[in-house]
């Protein structure tokens, strides 16, 4: 372990679990609504649970594998930086786009708080 690890600040994801499931994914592609941008896409849609479930993908379009971690690294931590502004209660799959390898993780972030969370709140309210 490195030194100045223990001043490192490490963020976990408080209400949320992994969604591992591919029947999961392929409900969300269908029957989720979605925000689309540049770097990435989002399907999300309400659950019966009292957390959310995040899942991230990226395709062999977005690179190579060394691409593709990159990716889903940005995704996992612009996710935790917003987690807390999320309401709680939805599945989410997020999918990275080719572009999402040049950008650091504080743009992507930005653009979900900006873009999506206002659209999740929006569509969750839509439905009461």
Same mark, same amino acid.
């Given at each position: 372990?490195?030194?100045?690890?223990?001043?490192?600040?490490?963020?976990?994801?408080?209400?949320?679990?992994? =969604?591992?499931?591919?029947?999961?994914? =392929?409900?969300?592609?269908?029957?989720?609504?979605?925000?689309?941008?540049?770097?990435?896409?989002?399907?999300?849609?309400?659950?019966?649970?009292?957390? &959310?479930? =995040?899942?991230?993908?990226?395709?062999?379009?977005?690179?190579?594998?060394? *691409?593709?971690?990159?990716?889903?690294?940005? @995704?996992?931590?612009a996710y935790?930086? &917003?987690?807390?502004?999320?309401?709680?209660?939805?599945?989410?799959? @997020?999918?990275?786009?080719?572009?999402? *390898?040049?950008?650091?993780?504080?743009?992507?972030?930005?653009?979900?708080?900006?873009?999506?969370?206002?659209?999740i709140n929006?569509?969750?309210?839509?439905?009461?």
């Amino acid at each position: 372990m490195r030194p100045d690890s223990a001043s490192q600040k490490v963020i976990v994801m408080l209400y949320t679990e992994i =969604l591992n499931d591919n029947r999961d994914f =392929l409900f969300l592609y269908k029957k989720g609504r979605f925000v689309a941008g540049k770097h990435a896409v989002v399907y999300f849609r309400k659950n019966r649970f009292a957390f &959310n479930r =995040l899942g991230i993908t990226a395709g062999k379009k977005v690179g190579n594998a060394v *691409c593709r971690n990159r990716a889903k690294r940005i @995704i996992r931590q612009a996710y935790r930086e &917003n987690e807390i502004a999320l309401p709680v209660g939805i599945d989410m799959v @997020i999918v990275a786009r080719t572009a999402i *390898c040049g950008i650091k993780s504080d743009v992507l972030s930005n653009w979900i708080k900006k873009a999506v969370i206002s659209e999740i709140n929006k569509s969750l309210s839509d439905k009461n």
